[in-house]
């Protein structure tokens, strides 16, 4: 059985010695709102833990809704709002409040940058910033990994499998062809998360019910 090539993104940015502003405007486009439709992989102490499907929304500035599934049906339905989780259904963890923050900023990892500094090293662009280190391919702008730092511990985010979706509509050339990791790898303490991205839709038409706190009903 032969498997299909892998593709890697094109290395627009190969030859280019870009600033950390230009980095992130390419990198920021105009997207406002995420909708990804994905798997997650839950380890504890390298032992499988659990297993869900999710739908998940980002939109900034730090908001996330995760819709839990399992065997297709909701099983949780959380909301984080500047790092303040509301339980819409299901049983509520702080391990989501923590999982939940580092996935908005593994994907909108242009964000909550303080104090940011920028050099190439080898074959990729480092940003060093007040409480992590992201380090991005430098022909293609994809993220490869972030190490965190808060004030008790340490977490590591890694991207790998990028995929491309194609924008019918394309404004200029760096929303021609959009690139995005397709598995991302969140390691929080004994935890590790790995999401893997069936879909992924940018700036999608919002539901009345999506980031809808309940105290809002």
């Known amino acids: 059985m032969s498997c299909a090539p892998k593709v890697a993104p094109p290395p627009l ?3 280019l010695d870009l600033s950390l502003n230009e980095v992130i405007k ?3 486009r ?29 939109k900034k500035p730090s908001w996330l809704h995760m819709r839990l599934y399992r065997f297709g049906i909701m099983v949780g339905n959380f909301f984080i709002k500047e790092n303040v ?13 923590d999982f939940g923050r580092e996935l908005y900023y593994s994907v909108f990892w242009w ?4 104090n940011a500094m920028m050099y190439k090293q080898n074959k990729q662009y480092v940003i060093k910033a007040e409480n992590k280190e992201i380090r991005l391919n430098s022909s293609s ?3 490869e990994s972030q190490e965190i730092t808060t004030k008790d511990k340490k977490i590591y985010i890694l991207y790998d499998k990028p995929e491309q979706q194609v924008d019918p509509t394309p404004r200029d050339r760096f929303r021609a062809d959009f690139w995005f990791p397709s598995v991302v790898k969140i ?24 980031f809808k706190i309940p105290e809002e009903e």
């Open 85 to 97: 989780v509301y339980t819409i259904s299901g049983k509520g963890s702080d391990k989501f409040k």
């Open 187 to 210: 390691t929080i303490d004994a935890y590790r998360f790995t999401v893997k991205v069936d879909k992924l839709i940018v700036n999608p038409s919002l539901g009345e019910n999506d």
């Open 30 to 58: 105009d997207i406002n709102v995420l909708k990804a439709i994905v798997s997650i992989n839950i380890e504890k102490g390298n032992r499988q833990y659990s297993y869900v499907d999710a739908s998940i929304l980002l």
């Open 26 to 28: 390419i990198a920021r």
């Open 13 to 15: 940015y190969k030859d």
């Open 141 to 143: 702008l994809q993220p």
């Open 111 to 114: 964000e909550d940058l303080k």
